[in-house]
């Protein structure tokens, strides 16, 4: 069975940076790309960032293009979310999420984490 455990939330002010991490208990094939969801309260979850693990590029929502940036330790075992200028909007709990293909919605994957907290204040 394959656990995604995310670390690296926090409490930090706003133009400040925070560095994510998803670390994968087993590495299969089947999983073929990674993942980072946030969900503010109120509302749905959404992506922020995916990539494929094999190289293919990695994409990026419109909110977070340019500040954010996703990639991959070299065994595949670690999923890094580096967050940089971040916002008051950036406060969400961050998912991190794996499956065989990459796509916008939750349904294309089949692991998640348990979520870590990030909280962005003036």
């Known amino acids: 069975q394959v656990q995604l455990v995310e670390s690296g939330g926090g409490s930090v002010q706003a133009g400040g940076s925070l560095r994510l991490s998803c670390t994968t208990s087993?590495?299969?094939?089947?999983?073929?790309?990674m993942a980072w969801f946030r969900q503010a309260p109120g509302k749905e979850r959404e992506v922020v960032a995916f990539?494929?693990?094999?190289?293919?590029?990695?994409t990026y929502a419109d909110a977070v293009k340019g500040r954010f940036t996703i990639s991959q330790d070299n065994a595949k075992i670690t999923t890094f979310l580096q967050m940089n200028s971040l916002k008051d909007e950036d406060t969400a709990m961050y998912y991190c999420?794996?499956?065989?293909?990459?796509?916008?919605?939750?349904?294309?994957?089949?692991?998640w984490g348990q979520g870590t907290q990030v909280t962005v204040s003036s």
């Open positions: 990539m494929y693990t094999g190289g293919g590029g990695s």
């Open positions: 087993i590495y299969t094939d089947n999983i073929r790309c």
């Open positions: 999420a794996a499956g065989s293909y990459c796509a916008r919605f939750e349904g294309a994957y089949n692991y």
